[in-house]
């Protein structure tokens, strides 16, 4: 017969499990809490508001503004993300449009790393928004090299930061673009997520055109072609690894100003 454990194991075990629990919810607790906004305005845009002029800048101007945005645009600027990458959506995320005003204490420079923090706390606390992060498996894409050597031009002006880009249907620019960013930026233009496999380091100054509708004729070579061309870089289809954020709960009104 298996011997029953004394009474000090079995009260051993219990303080162990205490402490472990004890301990987890003073991990928790240690966390800094995210920066916030020194102001911030957050409404409702009028009934009249056109879904397809939204906009939104932070840098340079010393604040965020959005304008006629969805909270799915806000959610990808706060996290990172392109669209593809938010689960669990409910149908109003990306009809229901805002203006948002938003400016940072005195002497924080918003850039991308200073926005994003500041901006998932707002909507944690206008939105009430809760969400976890996954890695899901999906078709994509892997951004590799498609030869020896790529054919890339390093970054020489500092200017933006990698803040600059311009990027429209059958244009791709920009300056100090990481290959990680790249990535993300083709996942916009391919349809599909895209990591970054390159294995390169640095920043880099890109700019490419390209067919947008293969289907249709034009002069310009689709995107995987262009991309080649002006990068040496190459789109293989593969089975990726996506971060996703999940939406756990969020409101549709914002609360009050």
Known sequence: MRPQPTIPQRFRY???????????????????????????SVRPAPPEADPNGGFWSYAGIGRFTATHVSLAVLIQLAYGID??????????????????????????????????????????????????????????????????APNLKPTTNEKYGGDFVDISPGQMRGVHWTMPQLAKYLSRAAGFPVVDQTGIAGSYDIAFSYNPKPETDSTLPPLDVALKQATGLLLKSHKVPVETVVIDSVEKVPTAN
Do not use: M
Request: aromatic letters at 6%; proline letters at 6%.
């Open 14 to 40: 219990l303080l162990l499990c205490s402490l472990l629990i004890l301990w987890s919810r003073g991990a928790s607790a240690q966390r800094p809490p995210l920066p916030s906004f020194e102001v911030a």
């Open 83 to 148: 669209d593809i990458q938010i689960a669990n959506k409910p149908g109003w995320l990306e009809t229901n449009l805002y203006d948002v005003e938003a400016k940072p204490e005195e002497g924080i420079v918003l850039t991308r790393d200073e926005l994003q923090p500041r901006l998932q706390n707002l909507l944690q606390q206008r939105f009430h928004l809760v969400v976890h992060v996954e890695t899901r498996s999906t078709s994509g894409y892997a951004l590799v090299v498609a030869g020896h």
